[in-house]
């Protein structure tokens, strides 16, 4: 009896062509297209299929069950996986979350630019080609003193272009404490061999000095390879050979000083750790010759890697066939053009990972404190005994391998609840329809105040009704 019950449940579901005729499947089939929708629908019955054959159906009628089923899956299908999420984690250059969010100067140019022709690669002075590295060439020479630079797609292809053009076939001498791995299996010894150049280690993991260097300087040696350490700070007995020292050296035996400073600093940050920190300039200036460098990180731009330095080593590089492949689209270009000429104008304060990395506790305070008046407005007296909220000190990071072992002092909204975990809550708020990233701590979900774009409050006091809702529901 029961098999037949189940049997008599099965058979009940809709037929297909009855399901794509509904409301709710024209609806979709209008967007996404009647295949997809008609796929969708197939896993929804496979899905709900599976579940009544194992009694899992809450005496919900089939046809509503695959109804909700196909529902949701279609509402995944139906919109990007790529979304904008408020970054409530205290992390500034958020690498899983796209890292640096763009001024405003920058949005707007890639909105005039996106939608319509450019110049490109075209010159209307003379009606013929031109060149897309000249829209932002004089810029980067204009902020760091080099004598020419180029831009590529990220950091790692402009550390790979400059070593292929320079030393592929040859040998580059790098500081054993410098093989550093960056994140995503981009490690150093990787992205030399992949050049063409055969890697010389020399001195230790703590200790490496200019003797070391000399030591080691054959027929073969092309360049020396100076690598910024992220994400990592080795202390104790160190002894580390400057820029200063490697460029002499380089300079006397005729060979290529690159310098991969990953952070791409353009200007000194208004913190006190952060003092000792070089700027693409300083480098240049201390005799590097070439520098490589990320527009994403603390240059607040999109993602491009630049290498600046000397006109002769530049150009050996625009005339590689590697570069082509390695080429920023209009958008990137137009976004780090707007990106450069805020710092030019003196209002690099509008770039938000700059202004969020140099607001004070003192003002982060004060957003807390809006913030927890607003969550505790929209929760009411419905959640009053099951949330609890309060501004608490809340350290927050840089990020992006910038300054790893140094906190931003600041403040968070705390959220407690008294019958979930603060995993689950934290889950609820990941899951909202805007999501909503928090931090956790001591079993509590924190919502950093320091990492909050312009609107980010109400985005997520409006998750906060929408978790509310469901726990009501």
């Not at 940050?269 to 527009?295: H, I, Q």
Request: charged share 20%; with cysteine; net charge negative.
């Amino acid at each position: 009896m029961v098999n037949s019950d189940k049997n008599n449940t099965l058979r009940s579901i809709p037929p297909m062509e009855e399901l794509l005729n509904t409301d709710w499947a024209l609806e979709y089939s209008s967007s996404i297209g009647r295949e997809q929708v008609k796929a969708v629908i197939s896993q929804a019955i496979d899905d709900v299929r599976q579940k009544l054959q194992k009694n899992i159906h809450d005496k919900v009628l089939p046809e509503v069950f695959v109804a909700d089923r196909a529902k949701n899956l279609l509402g995944q299908r139906s919109t990007g996986t790529l979304k904008a999420v408020v970054n409530a984690t205290g992390v500034v250059i958020h690498t899983n979350l796209g890292r640096s969010p763009l001024a405003k100067d920058a949005l707007q140019a890639v909105k005039a630019l996106a939608g319509t022709y450019s110049t490109l690669e075209y010159d209307p002075e003379t009606g013929g080609r031109g060149g897309r590295n000249s829209h932002v060439e004089s810029l980067i020479c204009q902020m760091t003193g080099a004598e020419a630079a180029l831009v590529v797609n990220n950091n790692a292809a402009a550390l790979l272009l400059a070593l292929s053009a320079t030393a592929a076939g040859r040998e580059v001498i790098v500081s054993a404490g410098e093989l550093v791995e960056i994140g995503d299996s981009f490690r150093i010894p990787d992205i030399l061999s992949f050049s063409g150049a055969e890697m010389v280690t020399v001195g230790c993991t703590n200790a490496t000095r200019i003797g070391d260097y000399q030591k080691a300087i054959t027929e073969k040696t092309a360049a020396f390879l100076k690598v910024h350490p992220s994400n990592y700070r080795i202390e104790g007995f160190t002894a580390f050979t400057s820029r200063e020292e490697l460029a002499e050296l380089a300079s006397s035996s005729g060979l290529v000083f690159i310098e991969d400073l990953g952070s791409g600093l353009l200007c000194p940050l208004d913190l006190p750790f952060a003092s000792n920190e070089p700027t693409v300039r300083d480098c240049l200036e201390a005799g590097s010759g070439l520098v490589t460098f990320s527009g994403d990180k603390l240059l607040g731009g999109p993602q491009i890697g630049v290498i600046a330095g000397s006109k002769q080593l530049v150009d050996r590089m625009r005339s590689h066939q590697l570069y082509r492949a390695l080429r920023v689209d209009k958008m990137t270009l137009t976004a780090f053009e707007a990106t450069l000429r805020l710092y030019l104008a003196g209002r690099q304060g509008q770039i938000p990972v700059i202004k969020m990395i140099e607001t004070s506790a003192e003002t982060l305070h004060k957003k807390a404190d809006r913030l927890c008046r607003l969550l505790k407005q929209r929760a009411g007296s419905t959640a009053a005994q099951e949330l609890t909220f309060s501004v608490v000190e809340a350290d927050g990071v840089i990020g992006g391998g910038a300054f790893p072992t140094d906190l931003l002092p600041g403040y968070a909204v705390s959220i407690r609840s008294a019958s979930h975990s603060a995993e689950s809550l934290a889950t609820a708020f990941r899951t909202s329809k805007i999501p909503v990233i928090p931090a956790i701590r001591d079993g509590q979900v924190l919502l950093h105040v320091r990492t909050l774009l312009d609107g980010d409050e109400k985005i997520i006091a409006s998750a906060l009704t929408g978790i509310i809702g469901e726990e009501g529901s």
